[in-house]
């Protein structure tokens, strides 16, 4: 079963085989996320979680390049008041809170470079595997803003002292070793060929497994997150706001040149 989304840029698409559910996400700017993306995505997540026979989800970006770039500069560029702020900021909120809610064990395939937002969704998964060039940037306060939306789950992955040093210095990479060593990242492999083996073999192992048991130990993973649902879109609330400020508008001009 496959479906995708239609008519614009990029696309989500959903694929079932033997219970292990693949989502995969793709947009030609670096695989940005764009609100109708993050829409999407959303709906792909509470179709799997309520879906009896997905066992486990892969959750994977297309092209050959970055995991993901984060938010979609340009929609950035066009927000012109607080509520569409909301709204956009809104939309990583009900993806990681989608992920948060899965009953399955979700593994992220990281392919390549991890921006902001896409940080947020490889910290949101339950076992991140990556390539040795999955290197990565919280870039946010750069363009005036800050990491609040995806904070939380970044920070409950790695640390508070780690996510901090990635928050203030928001124009730095940090490669993926570092990102391995702080807990991010589960698995660091040299290549797409080792990498896709490490994914497909720990996701068909899970297809095996006590589908109860997983959902179980999920809930004592993501156990002091149930505060979540209204947090994450306060933290919303805080970057549609700052979004319109003179600075984030002058940096987001200046990253597009």
Not at 87 to 98: L, M, Q, T
Not at 166 to 187: C, F, H, M, P, S
Not at 229 to 248: C, K, N, P, T, V
Request: aromatic share 8%; glycine share 8%.
């Amino acid at each position: 079963m496959t479906t995708e989304t239609k008519e614009i840029p990029g696309y989500v698409k959903s694929t079932l085989h033997h219970g292990v559910r693949s989502i995969e996400f793709f947009h030609p700017q670096s695989n940005s996320l764009p609100g109708i993306l993050l829409k999407e995505l959303t709906h792909q997540l509470h179709e799997a979680a309520t879906d009896p026979d997905t066992k486990v989800i892969i959750l994977k970006a297309g092209g050959d390049r970055s995991f993901c770039s984060g938010a979609s500069f340009d929609e950035l560029a066009n927000i012109s008041n607080e509520q569409e702020g909301i709204r956009f900021f809104s939309g990583f909120a009900n993806v990681i809170n989608a992920m948060r809610n899965c009953p399955q064990l979700i593994i992220a395939r990281v392919h390549g470079k991890c921006v902001g937002g896409g940080v947020g969704l490889a910290a949101a998964t339950d076992y991140a595997i990556a390539t040795e060039g999955s290197d990565i940037k919280l870039s946010e306060l750069a363009v005036g803003i800050g990491p609040f939306v995806v904070g939380p789950a970044v920070e409950r992955k790695i640390g508070a002292a780690a996510f901090s040093q990635l928050a203030i210095d928001a124009t730095r990479w940090r490669n993926a070793d570092w990102a391995k060593r702080k807990g991010l990242y589960a698995e660091l492999h040299p290549n797409t060929e080792e990498l896709n083996e490490a994914v497909s073999r720990l996701a068909e192992s899970l297809a095996h497994s006590n589908s109860e048991a997983m959902s179980e130990l999920k809930k004592i993973f993501w156990k002091g997150t149930e505060h979540w649902e209204q947090l994450l879109h306060e933290r919303a609330a805080i970057s549609g706001r700052l979004i319109l400020s003179e600075s984030s508008k002058n940096a987001l001009k200046r990253f597009k040149k």
